[in-house]
């Protein structure tokens, strides 16, 4: 055996997004699908969602997320040593995406490897980076949740492709001494589950070894997403209150004392049964859902990101990120938001953090049409 290591401290450092240029409105599945702005507004809170360029993959979208975040923490590739996406859009199927982003960013010294765990896997990721960064395999890591769920959607089932978008955003973890962590700042308990026996009411058929692509595979849409969306609902519900009691319990924190509640986005009124089960205040649960959609593993990270951007975020306040998806997976973790004194990013690279180093990475991205009818 080895020298016993002492388990360490794991807090956020800095939070990065990206979001395709391309804005797509509730209205334009009008022209072709027998949906209204209407419907999709009451049934699900979404307004409108963003969708990547043709040619660009979800590596593209996290690195410009990842080099956002970086730079807020005053850092470069080399800085890194354990890059994870969680992804379900992944630009191959292998190598990783994480691979692809290592190789953009230019990072050499590091490892990398994807999660899948649908709308989980960013909670699913949080947990594996934070389980290495605590045992000392990892010091700095950073992880990005991105999707490219466009690529996925069957645009002509208006019961699925209406909810989801695509986007990308990061996070720089880091490991620190218990003894230099006086507040007790960073990341807390996990609550996660899964039931496979469910996996058929939310998948992509085809495309893996069990059903390799065929030209039939593609005539029967196989390579999109199939969902029983009744079936999602009633066990997000059921799921998402779970999660929530089970984190708080697990951190011996009662509701009242989380400044935030961070769900996955993938219907408002999921969020709001939890929130009125809970007897809480709309404004302690961050919704961004209205102008993104559902984009999977990006969610969590998202509202992250427009928060700490928006100057809601304090050092001290209790933040709870809970979620559910395919799988089914679900999962939720404890945050005590800031960072210890001598890794806080200076005051002003905070106020810099605003949407337009989003623009200028938009800027960059390309700029073809989408074309969603197939
Ligand atoms: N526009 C108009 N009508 C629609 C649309 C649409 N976009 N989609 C479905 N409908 C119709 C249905 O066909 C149905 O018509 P019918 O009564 O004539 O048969 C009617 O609306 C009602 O359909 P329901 O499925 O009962 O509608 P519901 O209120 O349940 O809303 C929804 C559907 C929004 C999909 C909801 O079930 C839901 O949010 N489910 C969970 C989805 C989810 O969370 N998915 C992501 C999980 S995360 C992950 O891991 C990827």
Same mark, same amino acid.
């Given at each position: 055996?080895?020298?016993?290591?002492?388990?360490?401290?794991? +807090?956020?450092?800095?939070?990065?997004?990206?979001?395709?240029?391309?804005? *797509?409105?509730?209205?334009?599945?009008?022209?072709?699908?027998?949906?209204?702005?209407?419907?999709?507004?009451?049934?699900?809170?979404?307004? =409108?969602?963003?969708?990547? /360029?043709?040619? =660009?993959?979800?590596?593209?979208?996290?690195?410009?997320?990842?080099?956002?975040?970086?730079?807020?923490?005053?850092?470069?590739?080399?800085?890194?040593?354990?890059?994870?996406? !969680?992804?379900?859009?992944?630009?191959? +199927?292998?190598?990783?995406?994480?691979?692809?982003?290592?190789?953009?960013?230019?990072?050499?010294?590091?490892?990398?490897?994807?999660?899948?765990?649908?709308?989980?896997? *960013?909670?699913?990721?949080?947990?594996?980076?934070?389980?290495?960064?605590?045992?000392?395999? /990892?010091?700095?890591?950073? #992880?990005?949740?991105?999707?490219?769920?466009?690529?996925?959607?069957?645009?002509?089932?208006?019961?699925?492709?209406? #909810?989801?978008?695509?986007?990308?955003?990061?996070?720089? #973890?880091?490991?620190?001494?218990?003894?230099?962590?006086?507040?007790?700042?960073?990341?807390? =308990?996990? $609550?996660?589950?899964?039931?496979?026996?469910?996996? =058929? %009411?939310? $998948?992509?058929?085809?495309?893996?070894?069990?059903?390799?692509?065929?030209?039939?595979?593609?005539?029967?849409?196989?390579?999109?997403?199939?969902?029983?969306?009744?079936?999602?609902?009633?066990?997000?519900?059921?799921?998402?209150?779970?999660?929530?009691?089970?984190?708080?319990?697990?951190?011996?924190?009662?509701?009242?004392?989380?400044?935030?509640?961070?769900?996955?986005? @993938?219907? +408002?009124?999921?969020?709001?049964?939890?929130?009125?089960?809970?007897?809480?205040? @709309?404004?302690?649960?961050?919704?961004?859902?209205?102008?993104?959609?559902?984009?999977?593993?990006?969610?969590?990270?998202?509202?992250?990101?427009?928060?700490?951007?928006?100057?809601?975020?304090?050092?001290?306040?209790?933040?709870? #990120?809970?979620?559910?998806?395919?799988?089914?997976?679900?999962?939720?973790?404890?945050?005590?938001?800031?960072?210890? !004194?001598?890794?806080?990013?200076?005051?002003?690279? %905070?106020?810099?953090?605003?949407?337009?180093?989003?623009?200028?990475?938009?800027?960059?991205?390309? !700029?073809?049409? +989408?074309?969603?009818?197939?």
């Amino acid at each position: 055996m080895g020298p016993q290591r002492q388990m360490m401290d794991v +807090v956020v450092r800095s939070t990065g997004r990206y979001v395709p240029e391309r804005v *797509f409105l509730n209205h334009e599945f009008e022209s072709f699908l027998d949906t209204s702005d209407q419907w999709i507004t009451e049934r699900t809170g979404i307004k =409108e969602r963003h969708l990547a /360029a043709p040619g =660009e993959s979800v590596s593209d979208m996290s690195l410009h997320a990842a080099r956002q975040a970086l730079e807020r923490a005053g850092l470069g590739p080399e800085d890194i040593d354990l890059i994870v996406v !969680a992804t379900v859009t992944g630009d191959t +199927v292998f190598p990783s995406t994480a691979n692809w982003l290592q190789g953009k960013l230019g990072n050499t010294r590091g490892w990398s490897f994807d999660i899948n765990a649908a709308c989980s896997g *960013f909670i699913y990721s949080l947990s594996t980076v934070t389980a290495l960064l605590r045992s000392g395999q /990892a010091r700095r890591a950073l #992880l990005v949740g991105a999707e490219k769920m466009s690529a996925i959607l069957d645009f002509t089932d208006r019961a699925s492709c209406v #909810l989801f978008g695509d986007a990308a955003a990061a996070l720089v #973890l880091e490991a620190v001494e218990p003894e230099q962590n006086g507040e007790g700042y960073g990341i807390g =308990e996990f $609550y996660l589950g899964s039931d496979g026996s469910l996996a =058929e %009411i939310l $998948y992509q058929p085809c495309g893996g070894s069990s059903s390799p692509p065929t030209f039939s595979s593609v005539q029967r849409h196989g390579h999109y997403v199939k969902m029983q969306g009744q079936d999602v609902y009633k066990n997000a519900v059921r799921r998402m209150d779970e999660v929530v009691d089970g984190v708080l319990k697990k951190q011996g924190v009662a509701p009242e004392s989380v400044d935030w509640f961070i769900a996955h986005q @993938a219907n +408002v009124r999921i969020i709001d049964s939890v929130r009125e089960r809970m007897k809480l205040p @709309a404004e302690r649960f961050y919704v961004n859902i209205q102008r993104y959609g559902n984009t999977t593993s990006a969610t969590i990270p998202l509202c992250l990101d427009e928060l700490v951007c928006d100057g809601r975020l304090s050092a001290g306040q209790n933040l709870v #990120l809970f979620t559910f998806g395919a799988g089914l997976t679900w999962g939720s973790a404890f945050l005590k938001w800031g960072v210890p !004194a001598g890794l806080a990013p200076a005051p002003g690279d %905070i106020a810099k953090r605003d949407i337009s180093d989003n623009e200028e990475a938009a800027a960059g991205a390309p !700029a073809a049409p +989408v074309e969603v009818q197939r």
